[in-house]
């Protein structure tokens, strides 16, 4: 039973070049969670998804970000013209809403924005 | 505002030690949760407590939910340098279990 994987790992990019991560979850979890954590504080909601349909966007998601999850398995978060403000860790974290609900996280891909 | 509060923000002890960290909100909640996230890694869950009053154990940790499901702690016996890490307690809102986290605990163990 593989966990929740992303990738990148590290990303580094100068202000104003766009950015996509991705999350493969845990293979038979139907909902997909994106969070985020800047340093000092615990994680922030984003928006998830339950199979392909993108069901709840935090006020925290500019027009800049966009989500996504094609068939319902792995899901990409994209930032368009990238601030500083957006450097932070980016969480993935998936669940099955047959098994308890509980949510697996992910490592993580820390971006940083010069 | 934060939803979920923890205190204290930093703790810094020896080994052998014991310590208990708080975890306060004025909602109610159906269910709260801890979480352990080491330096680069995500958050691992620890325990969900989900009755008022409940107490969990889990080796030398202990959890706590408050009777009116507004508050929790954590306790740890005779801390260990590997129990270091940033504490983090998380409520399930409701809506699809979307987690609202609280402000975290940094634990610092050393020999």
């Known amino acids: 039973d593989t966990g929740v994987s992303q990738d990148p790992r590290h990303k580094i990019t100068k202000r104003g070049q766009n950015v996509t991560f991705r999350c493969d979850p845990i293979?038979?979890?139907?909902?997909l969670y994106w969070y985020r954590q800047t340093l000092g504080q615990g994680p922030e909601f984003l928006t998830y998804?339950?199979?392909?349909?993108?069901?709840?966007k935090s006020r925290l998601l500019s027009d800049r970000f966009s989500a996504e999850r094609p068939k319902g398995s792995f899901s990409t978060l994209e930032i368009q013209r990238t601030e500083q403000g957006d450097s932070a860790m980016y969480l993935c974290?998936?669940?099955?809403?047959?098994?308890?609900?509980?949510?697996?996280f992910g490592p993580g891909t820390r971006l940083l924005v010069l | 505002t934060q939803l979920l509060e923890q205190s204290p923000q930093f703790l810094s002890i020896q080994e052998g030690e014991n310590l208990t960290v708080y975890c306060n909100s004025s909602?109610?909640?159906?269910?709260l949760q801890w979480y352990r996230q080491e330096p680069g890694e995500g958050p691992v869950l620890l325990v969900t407590?989900?009755?008022?009053?409940e107490v969990k154990k889990l080796k030398r940790l202990t959890f706590q939910f408050g009777d009116a499901r507004k508050d929790s702690s954590l306790h740890i016996t005779a801390a260990q340098p590997g129990d270091t890490g940033l504490y983090l307690c998380?409520?399930?809102?409701?809506?699809?279990?979307?987690?609202?986290f609280g402000t975290g605990t940094r634990l610092q163990v050393t020999l």
């Open positions: 998804f339950q199979n392909e349909a993108q069901l709840e």
């Open positions: 974290a998936s669940s099955s809403t047959v098994l308890q609900e509980t949510q697996y």
């Open positions: 909602s109610v909640f159906s269910s």
């Open positions: 293979s038979e979890h139907n909902r």
């Open positions: 407590v989900v009755t008022g009053g």
């Open positions: 998380a409520a399930d809102t409701g809506t699809a279990s979307k987690l609202t």
